[in-house]
């Protein structure tokens, strides 16, 4: 690992993540993204709150990650082929939110005294960037993947014990039934199962039974392991998933 530090900023060259993607937890997150909903929506309004910094540094892709030891911004400005990396240490016993909290409010600071003292905000966005690292021979480009997403409800292959993956099958119609054969089975209250989740899988069934037979999608941008700002929509959205 390559380290070093400019002014207060500390940078490194790889980053290592396999908790929640939100505060980096192991606990009881198994192979989810994140431990939570709550502590994804926490991360995502932290974020969003304070989009104007972004907003006055003219950014049109922007990421947001962690490690263990540092958190990362890194923004490409509109006009520009450099990606600037804010890079600052973790705080301990903080999580990731409340350091970019800390991280945003000292740029946004920077940022409002060099415009009141030069009056010119292109200049106070100069100066928040001579804080940052430069990298203009990033390896991995900023510019965001784009995913398409099945327009299914989760919970429905739950139900059915069914993975992501499985939607791809050329046999999919024939997987469907045959895990609802095996959970209604299970579930059926002739047979002593709970008639509310026998619905549950039923009605399952009936989602993916009719997305089998016309699959739509909806896209999304972004990256599958980094928060992503929408410029577009002015707000962050979460890591997508990842395609394999």
Not at 51 to 79: E, Q
Request: glycine share 6%.
């Amino acid at each position: 690992m390559e380290q070093g530090t400019k002014g207060n900023i500390v940078f490194s060259q790889n980053r290592k993540n396999t908790g929640c993607l939100s505060c980096g937890t192991t606990e009881s997150v198994g192979r989810r993204k994140y431990c939570s909903i709550e502590c994804r929506q926490k991360l995502r309004r932290t974020l969003n709150i304070r989009t104007g910094l972004l907003k006055a540094l003219n950014t049109r892709y922007a990421t947001f990650y962690f490690t263990d030891s540092i958190i990362v911004m890194d923004v490409l400005p509109y006009g520009s082929k450099e990606i600037f990396s804010f890079i600052y240490p973790r705080t301990d016993g903080k999580k990731p939110a409340d350091d970019y909290c800390k991280m945003a409010d000292m740029l946004g600071n920077a940022w409002w005294a060099e415009k009141r003292r030069t009056n010119k905000k292109y200049l106070a966005s100069q100066y928040v960037f001579d804080q940052a690292h430069r990298n203009s021979k990033a390896k991995n480009p900023l510019k965001p993947q784009e995913i398409k997403i099945p327009s299914v409800k989760g919970k429905s292959l739950i139900q059915l014990k069914l993975g992501k993956q499985d939607l791809e099958s050329p046999e999919l119609q024939k997987l469907i039934k045959k895990a609802y054969r095996l959970q209604a089975k299970k579930h059926h209250p002739d047979h002593g199962g709970n008639a509310l989740a026998f619905r549950k899988i039923h009605r399952a069934y009936q989602e993916l039974v009719t997305w089998a037979e016309s699959p739509s999608f909806v896209k999304r941008r972004g990256f599958p392991d980094k928060w992503f700002y929408d410029v577009n929509n002015n707000r962050w959205v979460q890591p997508t998933p990842n395609q394999e």
